[in-house]
């Protein structure tokens, strides 16, 4: 009935139009609004908005294995042929969307995530999703997803590190993975092909490493922000372009580093940031912390940090021993908050403070993320007892809310300042 | 014939429209309120009937409605302007079909009215806090992109890219992201379309406290700006009416009023 004739968008183009505007805000914010950017970040800023603004899809005629949290094992996935694809989702978009079919105090993560699966609005559409049995909330949310119509596969998790029996039901659905897989791929796991996996993402996080060491020099030339982006872009990249990249990224941070070029200001106070996972594009508290003129110079989180630090050790390169060491990186070495006692989190921490030299820690958590809210209490005595400065914070993916949490990490920063200033 | 008068005393504009006995528009007249309210709609009264060739004893009944009506003293009656807005809408809308819900942009506020099936109004919501999302908004960003607000609609049409979103809910705010996206050369098109996106955000969360019903109907002056409306109809899902003239809704509305109270007084 109306007067004025220009197409309606359909929901999906709507959809997208919300997500392109989410992605291009903080892909500019990067771009434009620090001092010292680096030229070989372009690629990683391009890969986002290529996918996310201009809708491009990167694996046409691959098999794209969705995964619902890093304890899927990708160097299974890519032995087999297929591309992995991790799911976890940062758009408040989509947590809209998931909000109407979630608890309303669900963690925003999970809502992004449903919500996205409710939308099948995918620029790579997994042709098959793996779900591990971790927290509650992920747990649950594969049968919502499973009823928009995907194929989805329950991964058994378990939920305590220490003991033996664990592990060995760890191993158990690790081979059982790998069985389902390799069902659905229609390819046989091979000794070759494992091991090249293995070699390929070990040489991954090797650059990670290398990326990291920057970052312990006290004249830090990479931002926080900008190796989120980076760690998030292994959620979905080609993984050689992924290599390609980060090594050129790595040359230029040399050469950044020889000539003393900072990202930071004078007197910038170093931040470990640890909590739920900023996921591309909900940057808003490490945002909040380098606009604030804090430096993260190093994180522990499952979005960036965790899905790097161990590597798969092999012992001999037969496959059976390949499966076990797999299994036991992905549950020994993972600090996630699932699990009963988390003793390896808080020695993580502390080791990346001293490591970094970081002034203090922050801790964020979404709010309905029970886990990470619960263990705040712990890691909040350890630092204490460590004579470690940390502020805690919760939030969710809106965009409002900004001014609260700014205020509350400024005061923190400025707290950090003057202790070093009395410290001389 | 008798005809009858109903004067929207905005906060930037004033608007008079006439009516005949059988409530069809005769003639409107759109002009700045400025600081002497009274005077400038007596004025602009005396210029319609001059206009229409009628002098002032023609007209029967005069109710003035907007934040100013209290000045207008000359009125007969007073209402206030949701019911006149809702009454307007109705009103012009008539050949297009029912109107459920009404989205009125003015010049410091903004407005959303549900109505019921017999017209009345059964909720409405307004957001006169803030310059975002209101007409005050347009000019401002207006002025910083340094055109015309009538240009705003064309070049949001032209945008290629992603629109670039306000996120200040402060328009003074908004000024300050609007003077960083031109100064690291953004497309002025890709800003404008965004700036529409923001606005449209906003109405579309005002109107969500009402509820979405079918049948929207937008007026007031930025419903003249087609990338506006562009914006407001995806964000909502749905098509919505732009009457010719979106500006006189609320005074043709106070016009009709005027023949019911006065048939009612009169008989
Ligand atoms: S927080 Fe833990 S369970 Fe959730 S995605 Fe990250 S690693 Fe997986
Ligand atoms: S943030 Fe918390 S609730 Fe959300 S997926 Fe991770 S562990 Fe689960």
Redesign the interface.
């Known amino acids: 009935?109306?007067?004025?004739n220009?197409n309606?968008?359909s929901?999906k183009e709507?959809q997208n139009?919300h997500k392109?505007?989410e992605?291009?805000?903080l892909l500019?914010t990067l771009r434009?609004d620090f001092k010292a950017p680096i030229k070989s970040m372009e690629y990683f800023y391009d890969l986002f908005e290529r996918v996310h603004?201009k809708h491009e899809s990167l694996h046409d005629g691959k098999t794209k294995i969705g995964t619902m949290c890093i304890q899927i094992p990708s160097e299974i996935i890519y032995a087999l042929d297929g591309v992995p694809v991790r799911l976890c989702n940062g758009f408040y978009t989509d947590d809209e969307i998931g909000s109407d079919l979630m608890p309303q105090k669900a963690c925003p993560l999970i809502k992004a995530t449903v919500g996205h699966f409710a939308s099948g609005n995918f620029t790579d559409k997994p042709d098959i999703v793996f779900s591990p049995t971790t927290c509650d909330q992920k747990t649950k949310a594969g049968t919502t997803i499973e009823s928009f119509g995907y194929k989805l596969i329950d991964i058994d998790f378990p939920r305590t590190k220490e003991s033996e029996a664990s592990r060995e039901y760890w191993r158990r659905s690790v081979k059982q993975f790998a069985v389902e897989l390799s069902k659905f791929q229609g390819k046989k796991l091979n000794r070759t092909d494992l091991r090249n996996a293995i070699k390929k993402i070990g040489y991954a996080q090797s650059l990670y490493h290398k990326l990291s060491d920057f970052r312990k020099k006290e004249i830090v030339p990479i931002l926080g922000l900008d190796v989120f982006l980076v760690t998030n872009a292994f959620f979905f990249d080609k993984i050689d372009n992924w290599i390609e990249a980060t090594e050129k990224l790595i040359s230029e941070l040399e050469i950044r580093a020889k000539e003393k070029i900072t990202v930071t200001g004078k007197a910038s106070p170093r931040i470990v940031y640890t909590g739920s996972p900023p996921i591309f594009p909900n940057y808003k508290i490490p945002q909040i912390i380098e606009e604030s003129d804090g430096i993260i110079v190093a994180d522990e989180t499952c979005s960036s940090n965790r899905m790097f630090n161990d590597m798969v050790a092999v012992d001999e390169w037969n496959i059976y021993d390949m499966m076990d060491s797999i299994s036991d990186k992905y549950l020994k070495a993972c600090t996630c908050p699932i699990f009963t006692k988390n003793e390896d989190r808080i020695r993580r921490v502390v080791q990346l403070v001293k490591e970094y030299k970081a002034e203090g820690v922050i801790y964020q958590a979404f709010a309905g993320c029970t886990v990470y809210e619960m263990e705040q209490r712990s890691v909040l005595e350890a630092m204490e007892k460590e004579g470690i400065p940390i502020l805690y914070l919760e939030s969710d993916y809106s965009?409002?809310q900004g001014g609260q949490l700014s205020t509350r990490v400024e005061a923190f920063i400025e707290s950090l300042k003057t202790r070093r200033r009395k410290k001389k | 014939m008798k005809y009858f008068a109903g004067i929207d005393i905005g906060s930037t504009a004033i608007k008079i429209s006439i009516v005949d006995e059988n409530k069809n528009l005769i003639g409107s007249k759109i002009s700045a309120s400025g600081s002497m309210f009274y005077k400038y709609a007596q004025e602009t009264l005396d210029a319609l009937t001059n206009e229409l060739e009628l002098n002032n004893n023609n007209i029967a009944y005069i109710v003035a409605t907007g934040y100013g009506r209290k000045l207008y003293k000359e009125a007969d009656e007073n209402i206030s302007e949701i019911t006149a807005n809702a009454i307007g809408a109705r009103a012009a809308a008539s050949e297009f079909g029912e109107i459920k819900t009404i989205i009125n942009i003015g010049g410091q506020d903004s407005k959303a009215i549900s109505l019921d099936s017999e017209g009345n109004v059964v909720n409405f919501a307004m957001n006169d806090r803030c310059a975002a999302g209101t007409g005050k908004f347009l000019d401002v960003v207006a002025l910083k992109l340094e055109m015309d607000v009538n240009m705003l609609g064309e070049y949001h049409f032209r945008s290629q890219g992603t629109p670039l979103s306000v996120s200040s809910t402060c328009a003074v705010f908004a000024e300050s992201e609007i003077i960083g996206l031109l100064g690291n050369d953004h497309s002025i098109e890709d800003i404008v379309c965004g700036v529409h996106y923001s606005i449209a955000k906003r109405i579309v969360k005002l109107v969500k406290r009402v509820g979405i019903k079918e049948g929207v109907y937008f007026d007031g002056g930025p419903a003249l700006n087609a990338g506006l409306v562009n914006a407001i109809e995806n964000e909502l899902g749905q098509r919505i009416f732009v009457p010719k003239n979106p500006q006189i809704t609320t005074s043709f509305g106070a016009a009709i009023m005027g023949v019911d109270s006065y048939n009612y007084e009169n008989n």
């Open positions: 009935m109306s007067n004025i220009h309606i968008e929901p709507k139009r392109a505007m992605a291009i805000k500019n434009e603004c965009p409002s």
